[in-house]
Nanobody, 124 residues
């Protein structure tokens, strides 16, 4: 059973930074595409960023382009989301997801394996 564990969330002031990590276990990580999604209270889960299995391709939601960076370290079975210039509207539970695929996946329905989520709160 694939397991994903997110960490790095917390409370930060607007303009600050956080780095989220997603550690995967019980899989051959290098063959998996990965993504980050978020869900704010009373809103649907939305795409944030995605990265291909090799790390050579990435994609971002327009709302985070230029502020967030997704990366991965396959030897460590970890995906990262560096979040800079945070805004109050970035407040949400952030989830990582992975899928055994060579494609870049930007929709939640494209992922089978999900983490439990980590809370990010940005104060104004």
């Amino acid at each position: 059973q694939v397991q994903l564990v997110e960490s790095g969330g917390g409370l930060v002031q607007a303009g600050g930074s956080l780095r989220l990590s997603c550690l995967a276990s019980r899989l051959t990580f290098g063959t998996y595409a990965a993504g980050w999604f978020r869900q704010a209270p009373e809103k649907e889960r939305e795409f944030v960023a995605a990265i291909s299995w090799s790390g050579g391709y990435t994609d971002y939601a327009d709302s985070v382009k230029g502020r967030f960076t997704i990366s991965r370290a396959n030897a460590k079975k970890t995906v990262y989301l560096q979040m800079n210039s945070l805004k109050p509207e970035d407040t949400a539970v952030y989830y990582c997801a992975i899928e055994n695929s060579v494609r870049l996946i930007t929709t939640s329905r494209g992922y089978t394996h999900w983490g439990q989520g980590t809370q990010v709160t940005v104060s104004s």
